[in-house]
C-alpha cells in the first residue's frame, strides 16, 4: 500500500513554531517529488512547498519562504516542513502529496490542477495559529 501520513500538526500562539511531519511508506521519499499544500477553510487548496531529488526544495509562497523549510530523512523515509514565526493567517490544514513524478514543477501543477481527486495524498494535519 502506498500511504502518505501527516502529522505535527498543533494549536500554536503567533510567533511560535511547527514541524509537521510527512511519513512515507510504499515508496522510497527520495525518488519522488513529495509536495505540501494548505487548505483553510471557505480557500482553495494551495501549494506551499516541494522537495525533489533533482530540484532540491521549492516554494510556492512569498508569504512563507522566508519562514518555512522543507527536508527530508531518507532513513526514515520522511519529509518535513518546519515553520518557523507563525502566523494567524497559517491556519489551515496541511497536506503533502505526490503524484510519483520526479520534479517539483510538474508534480505541484498536476497535484493542484486535479485538486485532489488523482496523485496520493495524506490525511492532513491541523494547523491552528491563535492568541
Known amino acids: 500500500q502506498v500511504q502518505l501520513v501527516e502529522s505535527g500538526g498543533a494549536l500554536v500562539q503567533p510567533g511560535g513554531s511547527l514541524r509537521l511531519s510527512c511519513a512515507v511508506s510504499?515508496?522510497?521519499?527520495?525518488?519522488?517529488?513529495i509536495g505540501w499544500f494548505r487548505q483553510a477553510p471557505g480557500k482553495e487548496r494551495e501549494e506551499v512547498s516541494c522537495?525533489?531529488?533533482?530540484?532540491?526544495?521549492?516554494h510556492y509562497l512569498a508569504s512563507i519562504k522566508d519562514r518555512f523549510t522543507i527536508s527530508r530523512d531518507n532513513a526514515n523515509n520522511t519529509v518535513y516542513l518546519q515553520m518557523n514565526s507563525l502566523k494567524t493567517e497559517d491556519t489551515a490544514v496541511y497536506y503533502c502529496?505526490?503524484?510519483?513524478?520526479?520534479?517539483?514543477?510538474?508534480?505541484?501543477?498536476?497535484?493542484?490542477?486535479?485538486?485532489?481527486?488523482?496523485?496520493?495524498w495524506g490525511q492532513g494535519t491541523q494547523v491552528t495559529v491563535s492568541s
Open positions: 510504499g515508496f522510497r521519499s527520495e525518488v519522488y517529488a
Open positions: 522537495i525533489s531529488r533533482m530540484d532540491g526544495s521549492a
Open positions: 502529496a505526490t503524484d510519483r513524478g520526479s520534479r517539483c514543477a510538474s508534480t505541484m501543477r498536476s497535484l493542484k490542477m486535479t485538486r485532489g481527486r488523482s496523485g496520493t
